[in-house]
């Protein structure tokens, strides 16, 4: 027998099928791109670029796997081979769909994600409905070539229409900008219908499909690799719901509704795949409604938090935490019902804002959360702090006036304690205003009541705690009276100048006056200076009024110097004058207005100034001295004495306070020590020591054995105007008018050193420089007379 060998034909490739070949190779690099961005990336844009790169390798390879089954096993089963390449490549662009709706631009979260996924859903069940009603019977448009076959070819078509539904909500709900999420979307898309041409071209034998979706496949496979690139640049999140549009919606519904009436119409009938569409759809609304629920309830529970976070804002100050004017006109209102027992407490520091001038705001900015935290600290349980306002606060109690008192007194004990600081530390004073509720509900009343307790406080010298008094209410309005018709006292020519004299002690001859301000209103009377002179300081009218006097008492001045009086005039100054930038050469205009000379003019600070800032105070004196006028510390003993300070101001004359002139004379029968003592240590530093508040003869003697050499007081003569004074003048000089001497008009003045001193020797080896006054009489010698840079100075060889 012989045996005859069959030979198996081989299968040459066709062209087609060598460039479908050749197509599906190109998306090798795409896949290797995709990995390698994934690398380039941490956390979810990294797991989202992985999955994108897992994904395209897995239909890269199941694209290849089936094309080279199909070439090199030409009589396989078309159908079984496209079935499995079906469901490989659906898994893959399973995979590519997950990548891309975890991109940074695509959801802020993944309930986001959900919802683009069952918007895509409703896209894609209502295409996937309308593409059945047309290649279904009655229509069947691809006629004969409809893919009947294939039913496994439907898996990965329904992922296309999901890419294809998910690709137009991303156009149009991903975050700004879209393009490049949108872009991968499209990619994707690319790469799910390449599978499903190339699972049905494989079961169906169309090679020209077949070649067709392996060009598609790389094709998508790039643009999403291109896309990724620019996917993770900085977007909008728009995450307020209130910014979605959902009428998108009626758009599926509508095809659906049109498709299914069409069918119907044209006598065809609702199989499997059509109720499939349907019911998907339903499913997918029901759903997206849901999801849309939750995200409104979720929207309205962080609208109400918001709510509560910024009406808890509006209502706390956001320096020192505690309640603002808002909250603790919340706070009055809500506890309205327990007006008989509450009291409020208003509190002001003193002295703060020269803390921001000179330290900063910085400064005071941590000085006022350490005021906050001590009332936080020292309140009872149920008390509301609260700061009003720069630096003032106010505590409300639920408690009776007396015992809100007495928390009061403890509160201005613990604010008057230092403040440590980074620029060291910072000593403040408070005051203190207290009122009890005057009738249930009334706010407003009782905030005013305890303004007006606060300002009683501060006019009676700080540092304090008052209660509200009824007649605080007449007080305000004697205030507010007097501050307007203060601004038109000048133009209405209702004050006046008078002049108390300065004697020389024991002879008691005028010498010098002091210009005192007085103000005669023609339905007020006359009104005292203690009075409106803290109105005007208040109001900020004090400097007017300061030129105005100082205008009015060189006018006088350089009258009587005219008249060949030999007078020197003594004007007061306030500390918001001696602060003023220009002040210095405000007075040496005027000095030059009248020709008055310089050392004629006597300027006086307050010790209340010196306290304030001493070295500012030192160089405002310094500038007025270079003009040559003299410089007096009015009120020494007061409250604010200090060696110190006595060594290291540049003044010429020291005023005691009457404080001290009429202390007792001790049991010796000397003169009173602290007059004695001021007398002495005022010569020892080169000053002319004037004594102020002389009303008695006795007051005289004190004096006197003090070594004394100027007065001033009641006993030589109350505050007059100038015509009286003048003749107080004529009545103390022997031999009636003197001619002025010419050189004593014009003093020679040094630009480095306009006032005159006199060198005194105050023991062996030390020596010292000491003021001359006009009334000196070395001031008209020139023997041993100099001028010199400083005021005084002491040292020892």
Not at 19 to 30: W, Y
Not at 373 to 382: C, F, K, P, Y
Not at 615 to 622: A, F, G, P
Request: glycine letters at 10%.
């Amino acid at each position: 027998m012989i045996a005859v060998r069959q030979s198996v034909p081989v299968h040459s490739p066709s062209g087609v099928e060598l460039a479908g070949l050749a197509s599906l190779l190109v998306a090798v690099p795409a896949v290797a791109l995709l990995g390698k961005s994934g690398r380039k990336h941490t956390g979810a844009a990294r797991r989202a670029h992985l999955l994108l790169a897992a994904g395209g390798a897995l239909s890269t390879a199941a694209a290849l796997a089936g094309l080279l089954t199909a070439v090199l096993l030409p009589h396989r089963d078309g159908r079984t081979l496209g079935q499995a390449v079906a469901l490989a490549m659906a898994l893959g662009t399973i995979t590519l769909l997950t990548g891309t709706l975890m991109l940074p631009g695509a959801a802020e979260s993944r309930r986001a994600a959900l919802r683009h996924l069952l918007d895509g859903l409703i896209v894609a069940a209502a295409i996937w409905f309308v593409g059945w009603i047309l290649v279904s019977a009655p229509t069947r448009i691809l006629g004969a070539a409809t893919p009947v076959r294939c039913l496994p070819m439907l898996l990965p078509a329904g992922v296309a229409v999901l890419a294809t539904g998910l690709t137009t909500i991303l156009a149009m709900h991903a975050h700004r900008p879209r393009y490049a999420t949108v872009r991968v979307s499209a990619g994707v898309t690319m790469v799910a219908i390449g599978a499903t041409a190339l699972s049905g071209g494989i079961c169906q034998d169309w090679p020209v499909i077949v070649l067709s979706s392996a060009i598609l496949l790389p094709a998508g496979l790039f643009v999403v690799a291109r896309g990724v690139r620019s996917a993770d640049r900085p977007v909008t999140v728009t995450g307020d719901i209130i910014q979605r549009g959902s009428g998108y919606a009626f758009v599926p519904m509508g095809s659906m509704f049109l498709a299914g009436c069409y069918h119907l119409l044209a006598g065809g009938e609702f199989t499997g795949l059509g109720f499939v569409g349907a019911t998907v759809e339903g499913f997918a609304l029901v759903t997206r409604q849901y999801v849309a629920l939750g995200d409104v309830r979720d929207y309205t529970l962080r609208l109400r938090q918001r709510e509560a976070h910024f009406r808890e804002l509006a209502h706390t100050d956001p320096l020192t935490g505690l309640a603002n004017r808002r909250g603790l006109v919340r706070a009055l209102r809500t506890d309205a019902s327990f007006a008989h027992d509450r009291t409020l407490v208003s509190i002001d520091l003193d002295g703060f804002k020269n803390v921001n001038d000179m330290r900063g705001h910085d400064i005071g900015d941590a000085v006022l959360t350490e005021v906050g935290e001590r009332l936080r600290a020292n309140l009872r349980e149920g008390d509301v702090a609260a700061r009003l306002g720069g630096d003032e606060f106010a505590v409300l109690m639920m408690a009776s006036r007396e015992e809100a008192l007495r928390v009061s007194e403890r509160l201005l004990e613990v604010l008057c304690e230092p403040y440590d600081t980074t620029d060291g530390p910072v000593f403040l004073s408070a005051s203190v205003g207290v009122a009890g509720s005057p009738a249930p509900g009334d706010t407003g009343e009782l905030m005013r009541d305890a303004d007006l307790a606060l300002r009683y406080a501060k006019q009676r010298g700080k540092n304090r705690v008052e209660s509200y008094e009824k007649r605080y209410d007449e007080l305000l309005r004697r205030h507010s009276v007097l501050e307007n018709e203060l601004r038109h006292a000048i133009d209405r020519d209702q004050l006046r100048l008078v002049f108390q004299p300065v004697v020389t002690l024991p002879s008691v001859r005028p010498v010098g006056a002091e210009a005192l301000l007085r103000w005669t209103h023609p339905e007020l009377g006359k009104v005292r200076p203690d009075e409106f002179i803290p109105v005007a300081e208040e109001s900020d009218l004090i400097c007017v009024l300061g030129s105005w006097v100082l205008d009015q008492a060189c006018r006088q001045l350089s009258q009587w110097l005219a008249a060949g009086h030999d007078v020197w005039v003594s004007v007061n100054l306030s500390p918001k004058e001696l602060h003023a930038a220009d002040y210095a050469c405000r007075v040496a205009g005027v000095l030059e207005k009248y020709g008055v000379p310089p050392q004629r003019l006597v300027l006086e600070v307050t010790e209340h100034a010196v306290a304030t800032d001493k070295e500012e105070l030192i160089r405002r004196l310094v500038e007025l001295r270079s003009t040559g006028v003299r410089i007096a510390l009015d009120d020494f003993g007061a409250g604010y004495s200090s060696l110190g300070q006595l060594r290291d101001l540049p003044v010429d004359i020291l005023k005691i306070d009457h404080a001290l002139v009429a202390e007792p004379e001790s049991r010796t029968g000397m003169a009173a020590p602290l007059v004695d003592v001021v007398v002495r240590l005022g010569h020892r530093l080169g000053l002319e020591v004037l004594a102020e508040g002389v009303g008695t003869p006795a007051q005289r003697e004190v004096v006197e054995q003090a070594g004394c050499r100027l007065g001033q007081g009641s006993l030589f003569g109350w505050g007059v105007p100038a015509e009286h004074f003048e003749a107080k003048l004529l009545t103390a000089r022997p031999g009636g008018v003197r001619p002025v001497p010419p050189a004593r008009n014009r003093p020679p003045v040094s630009s480095t050193a306009p006032a005159r001193s006199q060198i005194v020797m105050l023991g062996p080896g030390m020596r010292q420089v000491r003021a001359v006054l006009p009334t000196d009489p070395a001031f008209s010698s020139d023997q041993d007379v100099r001028s010199v840079d400083a005021p005084r100075e002491m040292g020892q060889s």
